[in-house]
C-alpha cells in the first residue's frame, strides 16, 4: 500500500479552502463572537494545563485538522511505534524511546523479544553506579571521592543530558557537571583547565562510538589524564555509554565499564537510556526515574486520548496548519523559566534532525513544507532581545509559552513578575493595539494633533499573532518529563502526516564524510579537488 500523500486527502482540500475563508479573521474578533472560546479550546491533564484559543482557528479548522489525522491514518500508525515496528524504514529499525520508560512489566517485542527486562538491567546498573558515586563509596585512583563528571557526548549523546541537567539544577547534588561537546580545542581545555584527575569521573557517550567529535575529545582528555595517571586506572575514571561495545573496548574502556544502549533508540531521543547517566549522576537515581515516570504518563495519555483532548496530536496539528496552509516559516518556543534556557536548542535537534526531510515515505520528493524551524530563548530576556519582530515585523511566528505556576524557591515577588510578563505578551500577541486605541492613548498623555499624526501608525500593534500557552504546575523532574515526551510525540504526528520518515539523519552525513576529505587534504597539503571558493580558503588557511 502507498503511503498517504497529505495533499492528496480530502480533509487537506477543504483545509485548503477553509484557510482561504478563516485568514483574515482576527484572534480578538473570535473572542468576541464566542464567549466560550477559551474553555473549546482548552486541554487539562494532570498537572498540565494547554490552551491553544490564542491561535488562528475555530471549530471547523479542528475538526478539519482532525478529519486529516485520520485520513493520514495516524492511529494505526500509534499502534505500529508504539509496538516495536520496524518503523524506521529506511534503517529498518524500530523507534522504541518509550520502551525506556515502560512499566517493569510490559512486554515490548524488538525482533520477537522482549526488551524491556534488558532495559530494567540496564536502569539498574546504572541505579547502582550512581549511588556509589553519588556517596562516595566508588573513589578515583588515589581513594578520594568524585567531585566533577564530564560528559563527552555531540547531537543526541549531549543536547538531552545537558539540557535536562540544568533544567533541574534545583534537585541537584554536589558532583559538579561539565559537558564538551564542540571538536573545538579550546571548548575541551577550557573545560580540563581546572580540573582535577584525582575526583573526575568522564563519561564517553557515542551511540556509534564513530563520532569524529567525541572520539578527538574522548582522545584529547584521555591523553590529558594520563599525563598524571598511570594507565591501569584509567578504568577507574573512564566508561561509556554506547551500542559499539568492540570499539569502546577498542578505545580501551572495559567492557564493566560500559553502559550498553540500543540501536532502536535514536541518538535525539536517547536521554531516557544510559545516555542520561550524567542526569542521573547530578539528580540521583531516584530523580531520574520520576524524569522517565512523566515520559511514561505522557506516554499513556498520548495513546490513550481521544484526539481532540491529545496534546501532543492538538500541538502537532497546529503546527501543520502554520507550516502549510499559513506558510510559516519558523515557530518560538519561549519557556518562562531560566531553568529551561537550553530547551529551545533541545528542541532544535529534536526537531529539526526528525523532521527536515525532502523525500516522502514512497521515496518521491515532496511538493509542501515539512520540518519547521524552532528557535527560542527565555522570557523575560527574550521580550528585550526578539519579540519587537514577532509583535511588529511582517513575519507570522507562532510561538509555545511554558509557564510554570509555581517557582522552585518560592519568591512570590519574583514568580509574580514573571508570570504577569508571561500571561501579558500572549494577550498582547492576541489582540495588539489598534489606531483608536493608540490615539486615546496619546491624546490622555496630551500629545497634540500634529504629533498624534506623525507617530500614532508607528505604534500600532496588529496583533493576531498565534501562541499556546502550555501551564505546569511545578518544574520537577516528572513534569519534564511529561515536557519532554509531548514534544518527541508532537514530532511523530507531524511525520505521519507529512509522510516522511522521522528517525533518520541521513542529512548530516555529508558534511561529516567532507569534513573528513578535508582534514586529509590538510595533510597532504593538496586542496586541488576542490570548487574555487573552498580551494581558496583551504589555501588561505593553510598559509
Ligand atoms: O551518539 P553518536 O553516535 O556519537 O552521535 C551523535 C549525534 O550525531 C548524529 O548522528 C548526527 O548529528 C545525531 O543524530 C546524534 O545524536
Given at each position: 500500500?502507498?503511503?498517504?500523500?497529505?495533499?492528496?486527502?480530502?480533509?487537506?482540500?477543504?483545509?485548503?479552502?477553509?484557510?482561504?475563508?478563516?485568514?483574515?479573521?482576527?484572534?480578538?474578533?473570535?473572542?468576541?463572537?464566542?464567549?466560550?472560546?477559551?474553555?473549546?479550546?482548552?486541554?487539562?491533564?494532570?498537572?498540565?494545563?494547554?490552551?491553544?484559543?490564542?491561535?488562528?482557528?475555530?471549530?471547523?479548522?479542528?475538526?478539519?485538522?482532525?478529519?486529516?489525522?485520520?485520513?493520514?491514518?495516524?492511529?494505526?500508525?500509534?499502534?505500529?511505534?508504539?509496538?516495536?515496528?520496524?518503523?524506521?524504514q529506511t534503517e529498518n529499525r524500530p523507534v522504541l524511546h518509550t520502551a525506556l520508560r515502560a512499566a517493569k512489566d510490559a512486554e515490548i517485542k524488538v525482533r520477537g523479544e522482549n526488551v524491556v527486562p534488558e532495559v530494567e538491567e540496564v536502569k539498574e546498573k546504572i541505579r547502582a553506579f550512581c549511588e556509589e558515586i553519588i556517596s562516595g563509596e566508588r573513589k578515583g585512583y588515589?581513594?578520594?571521592?568524585?567531585?566533577?563528571?564530564?560528559?563527552?557526548?555531540?547531537?543526541?549523546?549531549?543536547?538531552?543530558?545537558?539540557?535536562?541537567?540544568?533544567?533541574?539544577?534545583?534537585?541537584?547534588?554536589?558532583?559538579?557537571?561539565?559537558?564538551?561537546?564542540?571538536?573545538?580545542?579550546?571548548?575541551?581545555?577550557?573545560?580540563?583547565?581546572?580540573?582535577?584527575?584525582?575526583?573526575?569521573?568522564?563519561?564517553?557517550?557515542?551511540?556509534?562510538?564513530?563520532?569524529?567529535?567525541?572520539?578527538?575529545?574522548?582522545?584529547?582528555?584521555?591523553?590529558?589524564?594520563?599525563?598524571?595517571?598511570?594507565?591501569?586506572?584509567?578504568?577507574?575514571?573512564?566508561?561509556?555509554?554506547?551500542?559499539?561495545?568492540?570499539?569502546?573496548?577498542?578505545?580501551?574502556?572495559?567492557?564493566?565499564?560500559?553502559?550498553?544502549?540500543?540501536?532502536w533508540v535514536g541518538g535525539r531521543f536517547s536521554l531516557w537510556s544510559a545516555v542520561g547517566l550524567s542526569i542521573s549522576l547530578a539528580i540521583g537515581y531516584d530523580n531520574f526515574a520520576s524524569l522517565l515516570e512523566g515520559a511514561r504518563k505522557m506516554d499513556e495519555h498520548f495513546k490513550a486520548t481521544p484526539f481532540k483532548e491529545n496534546m501532543p496530536v492538538q500541538l502537532a496539528l497546529l503546527t501543520i496548519w502554520y507550516n502549510n496552509f499559513f506558510k510559516a516559516e519558523s515557530e518560538a518556543v519561549i519557556p518562562y523559566s531560566q531553568y529551561l534556557d537550553k530547551f529551545p536548542s533541545y528542541l532544535q535537534q529534536a526537531i529539526m534532525e526528525s523532521n527536515g526531510k525532502s523525500v516522502d515515505r514512497n521515496g518521491e520528493e515532496v511538493d509542501y513544507e515539512t520540518g519547521t524551524i524552532i528557535w527560542g530563548e527565555p522570557g523575560t530576556n527574550s521580550q528585550h532581545a526578539f519579540f519587537q519582530l514577532i509583535h511588529q515585523g511582517t513575519k507570522l511566528i507562532p510561538a509555545d509559552f511554558i509557564g510554570f505556576k509555581r517557582s522552585l524557591f518560592g519568591d512570590k515577588s519574583h514568580q509574580d513578575k514573571l508570570m504577569a510578563n508571561y500571561f501579558a505578551q500572549t494577550e498582547a500577541l492576541l489582540n495588539g493595539k489598534s489606531e483608536a486605541e493608540v490615539v486615546d492613548e496619546l491624546k490622555a498623555k496630551s500629545f497634540s494633533q500634529e504629533e498624534i499624526d506623525r507617530i500614532k501608525t508607528f505604534k500600532v500593534f496588529k496583533g493576531n499573532n498565534p501562541t499556546t500557552t502550555i501551564l505546569i504546575d511545578k518544574l520537577t523532574p516528572e513534569s519534564m518529563g511529561k515536557l519532554i515526551a509531548m514534544y518527541e510525540h508532537q514530532i511523530f504526528v507531524q511525520g505521519v502526516i507529512w509522510n516522511i520518515f522521522s528517525y533518520d539523519q541521513w542529512g548530516v552525513e555529508l558534511g561529516k564524510q567532507l569534513a573528513n576529505k578535508i582534514l586529509a587534504d590538510f595533510e597532504s597539503k593538496s586542496v586541488e579537488d576542490h570548487d574555487s571558493s573552498t580551494k581558496n580558503l583551504l589555501e588561505f588557511y593553510l598559509k
Open positions: 500500500m502507498k503511503n498517504i500523500n497529505p495533499t492528496t486527502t480530502r480533509a487537506w482540500k477543504e483545509l485548503d479552502q477553509h484557510f482561504k475563508e478563516i485568514k483574515d479573521e482576527h484572534m480578538r474578533d473570535m473572542f468576541s463572537n464566542d464567549k466560550e472560546r477559551a474553555a473549546k479550546f482548552t486541554m487539562q491533564w494532570e498537572d498540565f494545563y494547554v490552551d491553544i484559543s490564542k491561535n488562528r482557528i475555530n471549530e471547523t479548522t479542528r475538526e478539519l485538522l482532525l478529519k486529516l489525522a485520520e485520513e493520514c491514518k495516524l492511529e494505526e500508525a500509534i499502534e505500529s511505534y508504539f509496538s516495536g515496528e520496524a518503523i524506521n588515589t581513594g578520594k571521592a568524585f567531585t566533577d563528571v564530564v560528559n563527552i557526548g555531540i547531537g543526541g549523546s549531549d543536547l538531552g543530558p545537558v539540557m535536562v541537567t540544568e533544567s533541574l539544577e534545583f534537585y541537584k547534588n554536589h558532583l559538579k557537571m561539565h559537558f564538551i561537546s564542540n571538536v573545538d580545542g579550546d571548548h575541551v581545555h577550557e573545560t580540563i583547565k581546572d580540573l582535577n584527575p584525582e575526583t573526575t569521573l568522564f563519561l564517553v557517550v557515542s551511540k556509534t562510538f564513530t563520532t569524529m567529535e567525541t572520539l578527538s575529545n574522548a582522545t584529547t582528555v584521555r591523553e590529558w589524564f594520563l599525563k598524571s595517571v598511570p594507565e591501569k586506572e584509567v578504568s577507574k575514571h573512564f566508561v561509556a555509554v554506547s551500542t559499539n561495545l568492540e570499539k569502546v573496548e577498542g578505545f580501551g574502556i572495559d567492557r564493566e565499564n560500559i553502559f550498553p544502549m540500543w540501536d
